[in-house]
């Protein structure tokens, strides 16, 4: 069974490898498409998955309704980054501008989620409550992979 903190921590360690991976490439390259295709799809699923887990949980706490309210606003946040990255011409130098700026947000995100919230989640919520949370995480990921196109396709019509 794995637990939420490791689960979500192992696909922060793999979105890491993924900015940097993106960050040396250049060009509309197979390699920069590669990574960024691969980026994209998996923080879109994790964010969703996250929020339906983790943060669900943690909004049933009185301290951890600001916690996710702010984590979920910045999800929303970098979505919107991405996107913006969706459309760009990658091969534009522009595009590698907005993408440090992503990445830059994007691991003040993450660091903050594996700093504070996660301690702070640890110290108020009994590891019994979470038991099987990561395992419920992983399948809602999995899920949430299969959904983007039909969300991207729905906020477009928005």
Sequence with gaps: MTDIYSAIKADHDNHRKLLDRIEHTSGDSNDRRDAWDEFYRDVKSHAAAEEETFYSKLISKTWG??????SVHEHQQLDDIMEELNEMDMSLGGWLQKFKKLRHDYEHHIDEEEDEVFSRAREVIDESDLNGYGDRFEAR??????LIAKKREDSLED
């Design 65 to 70: 309704q600001d916690a996710a309210r702010h």
């Design 141 to 146: 990921k999995a899920e949430e992979v299969k």
